[in-house]
């Protein structure tokens, strides 16, 4: 029996590589569960994007999204717009 050769110390080593990662798994998996927004607020934030009215008063590159454009009107950020167009 292939089992029954292998020692103590070989059974620990194989038992904390194998569950050490899945800890991990399951860590990152409750974190993302746990700090992702909700249905909801995503619902609401796209229905606010799709329904807001005003004048865009600056723009921006994100350069941490990937320089994707920005428009800066009362505090609220929307994508690629230009200056002066009404929202």
């Known amino acids: 029996m292939i089992g029954k050769n292998i ?3 070989d059974r620990i080593i194989i038992g904390v590589a194998i569950a050490v990662p899945l800890m ?6 409750l974190h993302s ?6 249905t909801v607020e995503i619902i609401q934030k796209d229905n606010l994007m799709k329904h807001f009215n005003g004048k865009i008063d600056s723009m921006y590159f994100d350069e941490e999204n990937h320089n994707v454009k920005y428009a800066v009107s009362n505090k609220v950020r929307f994508q690629s717009l230009e200056i002066g167009n009404l929202i």
Do not use: E, T
């Open 7 to 9: 020692s103590v110390r």
């Open 24 to 29: 991990f798994l399951v860590g990152f998996i």
């Open 33 to 38: 569960i746990i700090s992702s927004p909700g």
